[in-house]
């Protein structure tokens, strides 16, 4: 039996209560989802309200006793829906494997990961995790579970509306997707601080397809001459020669994989304050090298803020919110402008960070697309946020830009119509596997998806 | 559904010709709002066109609606639900002075039925919807005048007193049910409901009511005086001995 819990996102806005059930992929279709509907709840780590259902199911899927299973002759692995990155890298790694993509975060569910269709640092290359799954199963609403892949015979539409599709096509209960050989758990890592946007923005331009993953931390709460100055980060996994060169030490255990959690943060007051955003991006900046070549750990690297426990609780009971758009390469003057506002208004939290997209995965509503993504923290208590958004979000798509759903918690249905073209194609194939409307979320209501 | 930074889709209000709960609307009004609907005895004088004019693209619509009908009050609110779809915020503002009342039983009588009766089972009637759906907020139109009631309108204050008294008791009862109720508390506010009285002291406009309302929507507040500094005031007032009390009372 469920129970009933206030749910919010990452973000910790907007809540609502839902009855939460807890349920093994065999019992997916037993829940009961009223008139209000059911969605599938992996991590809770979507900034919004894509995984609450006010008044409705929320489902959360129990991995089984054997949820991993890897195929080292193809590099393959076949995960239960419910396992998390954490665990999944924990039994990977050690045989010299890692997820083709990853997010900053370890702690999102394969089923998350697939319904959002994530990116990551590589996307110039890999593109998203959507993009290297074989197969998945799905319990659809009529209660029948199928399998289906990107092949033309494998329901190929359904498969590609289901790879970012919110949870809103069914709920996924296992996938199988092509991993990454590694050979350490390091990554080979070049450092690089730029004094501003311009240089930014060249740097990336030029270099970025000679590694497999680029990024680059922005600060964008700093007025002045320093508008954009910025840390770019590029690296590849780093080979056991490479280990030999630059961190021999580490060629003892070079596939462990056992990170800890530092502390965990305790409820607080927002601290997020502008001082104490401006002290931080300050530091951040300095301790950077001008120039460095470094051979960071796996967590090291992509899950920095992972060493944190619920670091969202550094907002406060406000919560905060995440904003990332794409706007097309061609569309870079908008990027300015907007970086201008956020700096302008003065709100803009912590290390926002900047990336460049490769091409889209084929997910109906996949986010990412070729252009400069831009991410950046808000606290959600701040005054007068609503009028600044809209004008932001305006500024997206007339650019022909888009904002990212597992991190949207205020926009509005036209904004997101405006980004998707393919919405209403992907409207048409949901109802047709889903025609009394079984799954619902929060999200999905807010913004018009059904 | 009201997102992030608090912005709502849909806003019901009761008592839909009141000057304060139109500008409470108006304070709300974003990208994100799509329908309002005003709840009215006389939809003829609702005015809703103009209320919509001061919007930047949600619609506005009358509907009837009687506060003494008390059994009519959840098919009402299930019926705008089925119309509209989850209500986000349901402003409850309506009510009379009822200048009168003090030497007339009847009516007397009459303005405990709309005030604070019609409040009572309207409230219950949200209530429920807003717990079904998982979240929304009940916005309540208190008044200072039921913090200590005056002799020159204890009846009406009375009827504040009640409604107070329901509406932040319903808060507690909708803890942890995803539902809200913030009850607000104006001091005099200057509408078309006071019209031709003499300011008292902290009068306000119901624009400011408005804004402290919004405010208090965004803090998650259970209670909001307006102007704030009410709350002060009365926190002193309360306590004052009834010869001091009733020579303030002029």
């Known amino acids: 039996m469920g129970h009933q819990e206030l749910l919010t996102g990452w973000g910790r806005t907007s809540a609502t209560s839902a009855t939460v059930e807890s349920v093994g992929a065999d019992d997916v279709a037993q829940v009961a989802s009223g008139q209000r509907g059911a969605i599938a709840r992996g991590l809770g780590r979507a900034y919004g309200d894509p995984a609450q259902n006010g008044g409705g199911a929320v489902i959360r899927v129990q991995p089984s006793a054997n949820p991993v299973w890897i195929d080292t002759v193809e590099s393959t692995a076949t995960v239960d829906a419910g396992v998390s990155f954490d665990e999944l890298l924990r039994r990977i790694v050690p045989h010299g494997f890692f997820v083709p993509v990853t997010p900053g975060t370890r702690f999102i569910t394969v089923g998350g990961a697939i319904a959002s269709d994530v990116h990551g640092k590589g996307h110039h290359r890999d593109l998203t995790f959507g993009h290297h799954v074989l197969s998945l199963d799905i319990v659809l609403a009529d209660g029948s579970e199928r399998t289906i892949g990107p092949d033309a015979d494998a329901d190929a539409e359904l498969y590609w509306a289901t790879i970012g599709g919110m949870g809103l096509t069914g709920v996924i209960t296992r996938a199988t997707f092509r991993l990454l050989r590694i050979e350490t758990n390091r990554c080979l890592v070049e450092t690089q601080r730029l004094p501003d946007l311009e240089a930014l923005i060249a740097a990336m331009s030029d270099g970025d397809a000679d590694h497999r993953y680029s990024v680059a931390w922005v600060d964008l709460a700093t007025k002045g001459s320093t508008v954009g100055r910025s840390i770019l980060e590029r690296g590849d996994h780093a080979t056991l020669d490479d280990l030999a060169e630059h961190a021999p030490k580490a060629l003892r255990n070079p596939l462990a994989f056992a990170p800890g959690s530092l502390a965990s943060v305790p409820p607080v007051p927002n601290v997020m304050n502008r001082l104490a955003v401006r002290t931080f991006n300050e530091l951040w900046f300095r301790k950077a090298p001008k120039q460095h070549i470094g051979t960071p750990t796996l967590t090291g690297f992509f899950h920095p803020l992972d060493g944190v426990g619920d670091w969202n609780r550094f907002y406060g009971t406000s919560g905060f919110l995440q904003y990332q758009f794409v706007v097309p390469f061609d569309a870079i ?31 109906f509503l996949s986010f990412p697309k070729p252009g400069w993504t831009l991410t950046f923290d808000l606290a959600a208590g ?12 305006q500024l997206v798509v007339n650019a022909g830009g888009r904002h ?6 205020h926009t509005t249905p036209d904004i997101i119509r405006a980004g998707y073209p393919r919405l209403d194609a992907w409207k048409a194939i949901r109802r047709s596997v889903d ?3 079984r799954w619902a979320s929060d999200q999905a209501r807010r913004l018009d998806l059904l | 559904m009201n997102n992030a930074i608090h912005q709502p889709q849909t806003v019901v209000v009761l008592g839909g010709k009141s000057d304060i709960a139109r500008a409470i609307v108006v304070a709300l009004d974003s990208a994100s709002l799509r329908t309002v609907v005003l709840g009215c005895r006389n939809t003829d004088t609702a005015d809703a066109a103009g209320l919509e004019a001061q919007l930047s693209g949600a619609t506005v619509t009358a509907r009837h609606f009687d506060a003494t009908d008390h059994a009519g009050h959840a098919d009402w609110v299930s019926a705008v639900a089925s119309d509209h779809g989850d209500l986000d915020i349901v402003i409850q503002a309506f009510g009379q002075l009822g200048l009168d009342a003090a030497d007339d039983p ?5 303005l405990v039925n709309v005030n604070y009766a019609g409040a009572v089972s309207s409230g219950l009637a949200v209530a429920d919807r807003l717990r079904a759906q998982g979240h929304g907020v009940l916005v309540a139109l208190s008044s200072v005048a039921g913090v200590r009631t005056r002799a020159s309108n204890f009846v009406y204050g009375s009827t504040k007193a009640g409604l107070d008294a329901f509406t932040t008791g319903l808060g507690h009862a909708l803890h942890g049910s995803g539902a809200r109720v913030m009850t607000v508390r104006p001091g005099m506010v200057r509408t078309s409901m006071t019209e031709g009285m003499d300011d008292a002291p902290f009068t306000v406009d119901a624009v400011d009511v408005a804004a402290a309302t919004v405010n208090g929507l965004r803090k998650k507040k259970a209670v909001v005086w307006a102007p704030a500094k009410l709350q002060g005031v009365f926190g002193l007032l309360r306590f004052a001995p009834d010869f001091v009390w009733r020579k303030l009372d002029t």
């Open chain 1, 404 to 409: 990212y759903l597992a991190k949207d918690a």
């Open chain 1, 382 to 393: 701040v005054p007068g946020l609503g009028p600044f958004l809209a004008e932001l979000d």
């Open chain 1, 333 to 363: 003057d908008t990027l300015r402008e907007i970086v201008d506002r956020v700096v302008a208004n003065g709100n803009a939290s912590v290390i926002s960070v900047l990336k460049r997209f490769g091409a889209e995965s084929g997910g």
């Open chain 1, 435 to 437: 025609p009394d409307g």
């Open chain 2, 106 to 110: 009847v009516a007397a009588a009459d």
